[in-house]
T-cell receptor, first 111, second 121 residues
Framework: SQQGEEDPQALSIQEGENATMNCSYKTSINNLQWYRQNSGRGLVHLILIRSNEREKHSGRLRVTLDTSKKSSSLLITASRAADTASYFCATDAWFGQNFVFGPGTRLSVLP | GAVVSQHPSWVICKSGTSVKIECRSLDFQATTMFWYRQFPKQSLMLMATSNEGSKATYEQGVEKDKFLINHASLTLSTLTVTSAHPEDSSFYIC?????????????????FGAGTRLSVL
């Protein structure tokens, strides 16, 4: 079964609003990463958070990690139409093991 | 950031033919490359892991004789879909893990190609 499960599966917001996506996983991890995928394109790495970190920022992105709850959240502040994409979390249990991707959250930012 | 080039971006072929997809890391060495398959509105499913100079490791349910993977160098891996059929039509994405010298095993970032859309008629 999937290691990462994103929630919600689809999210529609107005430009300027904040978007929050959640990811839950099942086993212990080394790190968790968030990726963005524009329709019909490859994935773009957004941010990595290690298991010993609780929060990380990158521009308008804020990622939190709660290892006790085995969950992570991705917050996009002041969203733009260009943020419209699918967002995936991927977990990495240890170096060398393969990523396991969640089903993704499809974000639509309306102008 | 690191760049992974995937070619072709779109291919249409007749049923029964073979299609080769290339994945190149342009500005870094990648000891490991991954091949994923993605159906519309679904997540990526790992097909196989390719290590330079050794045989690929296939995920359960993926036919190794159907999806031939070659990783001949630190910058190139190829996926060949042999005797393609309409059910093989999908979006195939490769990724490469950067070979890091020394330290930080926690930084296991994969860089993805733009994907190849395969349509088998």
């Amino acid at each position: 079964s999937q290691q990462g499960e994103e929630d919600p599966q689809a999210l529609s917001i107005q430009e300027g609003e904040n978007a929050t996506m959640n990811c839950s996983y099942k086993t212990s991890i080394n790190n968790l990463q968030w990726y963005r995928q524009n329709s019909g394109r490859g994935l773009v790495h957004l941010i990595l958070i290690r298991s010993n970190e609780r929060e990380k920022h990158s521009g308008r992105l804020r990622v939190t990690l709660d290892t006790s709850k085995k969950s992570s959240s991705l917050l996009i502040t002041a969203s733009r139409a260009a943020d419209t994409a699918s967002y995936f979390c991927a977990t990495d249990a240890w170096f060398g093991q393969n990523f396991v991707f969640g089903p993704g959250t499809r974000l639509s930012v309306l102008p | 950031g690191a760049v992974v080039s995937q070619h072709p971006s779109w291919v249409i072929c007749k049923s029964g033919t073979s299609v080769k997809i290339e994945c190149r890391s342009l500005d870094f060495q990648a000891t490991t490359m991954f091949w994923y398959r993605q159906f519309p509105k679904q997540s990526l499913m790992l097909m196989a892991t390719s290590n330079e100079g050794s045989k690929a490791t296939y995920e359960q349910g993926v036919e190794k004789d159907k999806f031939l993977i070659n990783h001949a160098s630190l910058t190139l891996s190829t996926l060949t879909v042999t005797s393609a059929h309409p059910e093989d039509s999908s979006f195939y994405i490769c990724s490469a893990r950067e070979k890091r010298q020394g330290g930080d095993l926690a930084k296991n970032i994969q860089y993805f190609g733009a994907g190849t859309r395969l349509s088998v008629l």
